[in-house]
Each structure stands twice: as C-alpha cells, then as structure tokens.
C-alpha cells in the first residue's frame, strides 16, 4: 500500500469537521458543557494496572477492511472492562474505521474505565465533542499536526479535562514531547502505509521521559511481545485488532491475560 492514507483520512476529515459545524456550532456545543467534570485518569489507570491494556472497540481498518461489522459498543467495552483491561479505546472515525461519538455515548453508561476518544483530531471542535460524550481523554497524532498546533489542542484539551496521548512513530517527531502530553504511545504502524513493526516501539524506547507513561500501540498480537516491551520500559499497550477480530473480544482478552500469567 503506497499510497499515503494518513494525508487522505485528514483531508477527508477537513471536510467532515466542516460538514458538522454547518449543523451543530462549536458555540452550541459550548453551552452543552456546563460546568468541568473531572475526566477518569488514563495515565493514573495505566500506572495502577497490572496489564496496562488498552483494549480497542472497533470495527475496520483501512489496510484490513470490516474486522468485526457488527460489533456492540454496549456490550464489547463492558465485557473488555471484566476481562482485566486497563483502559478503552473507541475509534469514532466513520468513513475509514466505521465507528462514530455514538460507540463513546453507548459505551460510557456500562463501564467506570478511562475511555480513549481514538480520532485523527485537528481541531477544538473535535474537542468539545469528545467531552460531551464523555470521553476521558483523546489521542493527538504528531505527524497530523504541526508542534505548534499539538501544543494548542493539549492546552484545549487540559482546558476541557480531557488527558492527552501524544503518538509518536518515529525519531524525528521526539520534539512533540515539549507540547505537554500526559501519555505517549508509540504507533508501531505506520499512518502512511500502514506496515506495521513492533521494533519502532523498541528503538524510541530509551528516548521517551520517564515520568510519562509509555504506551506501544498496533501490532501486539502474542503475550511475549508484551512481556518484551514491558522489559523495554512500556506501561501501557493499546490492542485492538487481535481482539476485535475474534467473535468474543472480551473472552480473548481474558485469555490473553491468563497467558500473561497476571
């Protein structure tokens, strides 16, 4: 796959961002805020937790097509949160990832874990949504934004109490560091082609600040490249995939996490 699918998912998001604010103003939005509730800590989560799972509610992939069509933001989410997971991670992009803000809406009421807004986020809007869904934090991907634009959207995001994991893919992105995260994670995929390598995760190690929890995200489909990457310094490790494509997420991940041994 060499076409460049990150430069077409925030072109595309552009114009759906657009779309939605011709219907729903960020100004109405504001007023459906009300006073700031205190987000549920990822970072606190991820430090707290045996497994530091992140375990992943969606439904395709742009490299893999549908994974599971028909999955149930009311019922996978829950059965993670049984299962032993740390944290949740909800796709709400639609066009690319066939997941929406409702998945988050559906999700919240069944479970008392973190829940990741997992988006390509550009803008303040996608902000103010997120926490009116009741999202606890929202990813920030480094190569979608300028340092200056990520710096701006975290100081939003604290604004609204909303956590932020910072992605990083490779070395040359290290100077995002310094726009205040309270997470970073490690894409092991590439957002260009979609090629994914656990080894990216493992060469930025030694790179990442210690007092930020680390996460590796993408390609961990076995228990020992856990293990190995906890070696490596890692607390976190958002999975999606290797549960989503089975027919019960929740029971793989219980399993997953009986092999761990926790």
């Not at 988006?119 to 990813?139: G, H, M, T, W």
Request: net charge neutral.
């Amino acid at each position: 796959m060499s076409k460049d699918i990150l430069e077409e998912i925030i072109a595309h998001k552009r114009i759906e961002i657009a779309g939605q604010e011709k219907v729903v103003s960020a100004a109405f939005l504001e007023k459906q805020l009300g006073e700031p509730v205190p987000a549920r800590s990822l970072k606190q989560a991820l430090m707290a937790s045996p497994t530091g799972i992140i375990a992943e509610f969606k439904r395709r992939s742009p490299s893999k097509g549908w994974i599971h069509q028909d999955a149930d933001a009311g019922k996978i989410p829950a059965a993670y949160q049984q299962a032993g997971a740390a944290a949740l991670s909800i796709l709400t992009d639609e066009a690319y990832f066939g997941g929406t803000l409702k998945d988050i809406r559906t999700a919240r009421p069944t479970v008392s874990l973190p829940i990741l807004r997992k988006d390509f986020i550009i803008s303040r809007y996608q902000l103010l949504q997120a926490k009116l869904a009741e999202a606890d934090a929202v990813l920030l991907i480094a190569s979608a934004l300028t340092p200056q634009a990520c710096r701006t959207l975290t100081c939003q995001a604290h604004e609204l109490n909303l956590e932020v994991l910072l992605e990083l893919h490779g070395e040359h992105e290290l100077e995002y560091l310094t726009t205040g995260p309270d997470v970073v994670g490690i894409n092991n995929r590439n957002l260009g082609t979609f090629h994914t390598d656990v080894t990216h995760s493992l060469k930025l190690a030694e790179h990442l600040p210690k007092h930020l929890p680390r996460i590796s995200e993408s390609g961990i489909a076995h228990p020992e490249t856990l293990k190995q990457l906890r070696q490596a310094g890692f607390n976190g490790f958002l999975i999606g995939e290797t549960f989503m494509k089975t027919e019960a997420p929740g029971e793989t991940l219980r399993n997953f996490i009986q092999t761990l041994g926790l």
